[in-house]
């Protein structure tokens, strides 16, 4: 298909630029651009002076470079919207063609524009810059003589001179302009090495703002202003950012430390520094405070809260130092870091009234500084939980080493911040991550330490699921003058007719927040050693999968099966899973491929560690629910088993056009198992003809499960002859009219015990043997 040399696109833009004001230029600019986006084939090749098309680009270029210059805001506003379009369209013709460009947008920045335009001088010109930093020749002839003249108007924006009446900046413009430089440090170090500095001083209110500064800062400009200050230390001159890089984070821990000397004033601490820190000494009679005077880059504080502020922003700090991308190796000072999170995870925090007076805590210290304290001491263990997360994303494989102890610390933060989402979302994410490191070498306390993280995770999956019960209030009672307890308060709307005692309740939580569990559920199958997890959390946890239709986490508890005593794996859940998934293709692969060696009882899977004194009574539910007992309530907590029952159990009993008991686990060998003497054997008899019986009768009365009679054990085998008649019925639509067939049945059943195991164990085997004697032999007789 040959190309249109001239789109139509192209002469239209020339028309609509020529024929508007420029007041309705920016309500035109979604039909510009939408035209200038279609016109890449004429704006990318070499302009040629005898042909149209290079005529009306000369044309459209001019047109443009007439607006960034012209008198009105609405003009400049078009035009740099326009240069940013014909750039990402055209490439490198007409990236050399934008150094008058470059000037009257650097120029535009300096004028009396509204902010929201300015922005988008901002913007444009850092696309141009980016752009153009794949071309040596375009970088030296636009770039270098340029980006001193755009650092220095981002500044004036910054800090208007006194002499003129310019207000300061919105945050917005300010957050605009960090993300601009800190986009553009990386490709020209040595052009903005002169700014580091001024830039450095104005960034200094946005780092870790506190609430003695008496200003809101939005949580993205502080982290477009600590991003760039990450990013500074590579305009350091001869090779020396690597290590301004190492020694500005150990200031920041430094910093922590004597921050952390005034807000824990209040704890008596029992941590122990690993990098030879020795704390301050803090005064009791003024309020915890900060000093300037050592670090210039931080304003002061005071007051607890502020203090907590400062910690938080600090350790954010270290976080988005771990996340910044270096462009030589550096020297990560990981014993510094882990030593602030040590320190921090190392306080409990009282859980009663008693505990917040006495345990653990300083006697000069006032209650309402200690209360001060325990209120912003959350959100300083949430942000010790994102320097792990933003460690071992840095340090990948390298953070084994580590991980147990982390994960110590993770777990103990987490049994005083399980309350708050945001905790138990960023506690998910970090075990999630751990347990894929260290999981598999975990030792059985170690893994039985998990159950509070398991916990939360099965609780808010269910929760906005929607089958998490209401909490039943529990009636207090108090005895006055020897009366009767009475009851204090009751509700009057649970005795209402139609009110259902075990009504769930619904949790809204966010989409990160259900995906981090999701996972951390997933992992926990995945990544586990399943033989030291409770069986009644791992109960649990299958509950949760099904209940919540989580098909990962289905598939990775049936190819982790948890194992007995005895080697046998519990039952799996498979049938569940082709049932909410029948037409997913990796479950229909693990159906038709996944056969499990040995298998114990169905319901074995949810047992608990004291079930197994129940093994009779198990066998008679069994038997009632043929081998599946979804449908009965489990022996784990009652939130969990009140709601179970609402999955329905998949039909695995065999139906009355087929009397044929069906074929166990235990019995379906695999190419990967070698077969047992007794399949042997039954391949070894010959074949024999089975009659189908039409009887209602004789329809039900299939032979029972291995495991449904517990008087069953019989070292010997039976032979028992049953004669079956049957009678033709005149008008029956598929009897032979006038014959009478009889029918023998011989079942020969034997039961093998092996290893002294009890009859229900799965290696026992049931073989059934039935012969069909003919018409001639019956004659015979």
């Known amino acids: 298909m040959a190309l249109v040399p001239l789109p139509p696109e192209l002469r239209t833009i020339c028309r609509r630029l020529t024929s508007a004001t420029t007041e309705q230029l920016p309500a035109l600019l979604p039909l510009l651009l939408r035209d200038v986006g279609r016109c890449r084939e004429p704006l990318s090749q070499p302009s040629e002076a005898s042909s149209e098309t290079s005529v009306l680009v000369h044309k459209l270029k001019t047109h443009i470079t007439s607006l960034l210059n012209g008198r009105t805001s609405q003009g400049r506003f078009a035009g740099a919207a326009l240069v940013k379009a014909v750039i990402e369209t055209g490439g490198w013709e007409c990236l050399r063609s934008s150094g008058p460009w470059v000037n009257g947008l650097i120029s535009a920045i300096q004028k009396k524009d509204p902010p929201i335009v300015k922005e988008l001088y901002i913007v444009t010109l850092t696309k141009i810059f980016t752009l153009t930093h794949e071309y040596p020749t375009l970088v030296r002839e636009i770039v270098t003589p340029s980006s001193p003249g755009f650092a220095t108007a981002c500044l004036r924006v910054l800090k208007p001179p006194t002499s003129s009446k310019v207000g300061k900046a919105p945050y917005s413009?300010?957050?605009?302009?960090?993300?601009?430089?800190?986009?553009?440090?990386?490709?020209?170090?040595?052009?903005?090495?002169?700014?580091?500095?001024?830039?450095?001083?104005?960034?200094?209110?946005?780092?870790?703002?506190?609430?003695?500064?008496?200003?809101?800062?939005?949580?993205?400009?502080?982290?477009?202003?600590?991003?760039?200050?990450?990013?500074?230390?590579?305009?350091?001159?001869?090779?020396?950012?690597?290590?301004?890089?190492?020694?500005?984070?150990?200031?920041?821990?430094?910093?922590?430390?004597?921050?952390?000397?005034?807000?824990?004033?209040?704890?008596?601490?029992?941590?122990?520094?690993?990098?030879?820190?020795?704390?301050?000494?803090?005064?009791?009679?003024?309020?915890?405070?900060?000093?300037?005077?050592?670090?210039?880059?931080?304003?002061?504080?005071?007051?607890?809260?502020?203090?907590?502020?400062?910690?938080?922003?600090?350790?954010?700090?270290?976080?988005?130092?771990?996340?910044?991308?270096?462009?030589?190796?550096?020297?990560?000072?990981?014993?510094?870091?882990?030593?602030?999170?040590?320190?921090?995870?190392?306080?409990?925090?009282?859980?009663?009234?008693?505990?917040?007076?006495?345990?653990?805590?300083?006697?000069?210290?006032?209650?309402?500084?200690?209360?001060?304290?325990?209120?912003?001491?959350?959100?300083?263990?949430?942000?010790?939980?994102?320097?792990?997360?933003?460690?071992?994303?840095?340090?990948?494989?390298?953070?084994?080493?580590?991980?147990?102890?982390?994960?110590?610390?993770?777990?103990?933060?987490?049994?005083?911040?399980?309350?708050?989402?945001?905790?138990?979302?960023?506690?998910?994410?970090?075990?999630?991550?751990?347990?894929?490191?260290?999981?598999?070498?975990?030792?059985?306390?170690?893994?039985?330490?998990?159950?509070?993280?398991?916990?939360?995770?099965?609780?808010?999956?269910?929760?906005?699921?929607?089958?998490?019960?209401?909490?039943?209030?529990?009636?207090?009672?108090?005895?006055?003058?020897?009366?009767?307890?009475?009851?204090?308060?009751?509700?009057?709307?649970?005795?209402?007719?139609?009110?259902?005692?075990?009504?769930?309740?619904?949790?809204?939580?966010?989409?990160?927040?259900?995906?981090?569990?999701?996972?951390?559920?997933?992992a926990l199958f995945n990544h586990l050693p399943q033989q030291y997890i409770p069986s009644s959390l791992r109960s649990q946890m299958l509950k949760t999968a099904i209940l919540c239709r989580h098909k990962d986490a289905q598939v990775a508890s049936i190819l982790h099966p948890a194992r007995d005593r005895s080697g046998r794996t519990t039952q799996v859940i498979l049938p569940y899973l082709t049932q909410q998934f029948p037409q997913d293709e990796s479950v229909e692969l693990l159906r038709f491929n996944f056969r499990p060696a040995a298998t114990a009882s169905s319901n074995e899977f949810l047992e608990t560690e004291d079930a197994m004194a129940l093994e009779d009574d198990e066998a008679e539910a069994e038997s009632k629910t043929n081998g599946f007992s979804f449908g009965e309530n489990f022996n784990s907590s009652a939130p969990f088993s009140s709601v179970f029952t609402a999955v329905p159990a998949p039909a695995t009993q065999s139906t009355a056009s087929n009397p044929l008991p069906t074929r166990s686990a235990e019995a379906i060998q695999t190419p990967f198992l070698e077969p047992s003497s007794s399949e042997t054997r039954r391949k070894s008899e010959p074949e024999t003809t089975i009659v189908e019986p039409r009887s209602a009768a004789s329809s039900t009365s299939s032979l029972k499960r291995k495991n449904e009679d517990a008087t069953a054990e019989i070292s010997l085998s039976k032979r028992v002859e049953v004669s079956v008649t049957r009678e033709s019925v005149v008008g029956g639509p598929a009897d032979t009219a006038g014959d009478t067939i009889k029918t023998h049945t011989i079942a020969s059943s034997s039961v093998q015990t092996r290893g002294g195991e009890d009859d229900s164990s799965d290696d026992e085997s049931v073989h059934l043997n039935m012969d069909l004697d003919s018409d001639d032999e019956d004659e015979d007789e």
Not at 196 to 210: D, I, M, N, Q, W
Not at 472 to 479: E, F, G, R, V
Request: glycine fraction near 6%; aromatic fraction near 6%; include cysteine.
């Open 173 to 522: 413009l300010v957050e605009t302009i960090f993300e601009a430089i800190s986009t553009l440090v990386p490709l020209y170090p040595t052009t903005l090495r002169q700014f580091s500095g001024k830039f450095k001083a104005e960034v200094r209110p946005y780092l870790a703002p506190t609430i003695s500064d008496n200003v809101l800062i939005p949580a993205t400009l502080q982290a477009s202003s600590r991003r760039l200050v990450t990013r500074l230390h590579m305009t350091a001159a001869k090779g020396g950012d690597s290590t301004e890089w190492t020694k500005h984070i150990e200031d920041l821990v430094k910093l922590l430390h004597t921050t952390a000397d005034q807000v824990f004033r209040a704890v008596q601490e029992n941590w122990e520094s690993a990098i030879g820190y020795r704390s301050q000494k803090v005064s009791f009679d003024v309020e915890p405070q900060g000093s300037t005077e050592e670090h210039d880059q931080f304003p002061r504080w005071v007051g607890v809260q502020a203090g907590g502020d400062r910690i938080i922003g600090l350790l954010d700090f270290i976080a988005e130092y771990l996340r910044c991308h270096t462009r030589v190796a550096v020297t990560i000072p990981v014993t510094a870091i882990t030593d602030v999170t040590t320190r921090i995870s190392s306080i409990k925090p009282p859980y009663s009234s008693k505990e917040r007076t006495d345990v653990g805590m300083n006697a000069a210290v006032g209650r309402e500084e200690r209360d001060e304290l325990w209120t912003v001491f959350p959100d300083i263990q949430i942000a010790v939980l994102q320097v792990h997360l933003a460690l071992i994303q840095r340090l990948k494989k390298n953070y084994i080493p580590l991980a147990p102890e982390s994960l110590d610390q993770v777990l103990r933060i987490l049994q005083s911040t399980y309350r708050l989402p945001q905790a138990r979302t960023a506690t998910f994410v970090l075990a999630r991550e751990m347990i894929q490191l260290c999981g598999p070498t975990l030792p059985k306390l170690a893994v039985e330490g998990l159950g509070l993280l398991m916990k939360c995770c099965c609780r808010d999956l269910l929760g906005a699921a929607g089958y998490l019960p209401k909490p039943k209030p529990q009636a207090s009672s108090t005895t006055q003058n020897g009366q009767k307890p009475r009851t204090i308060s009751q509700n009057a709307d649970a005795f209402l007719p139609g009110k259902s005692q075990d009504d769930t309740i619904s949790v809204s939580l966010s989409p990160k927040h259900m995906g981090a569990a999701e996972a951390l559920l997933t």
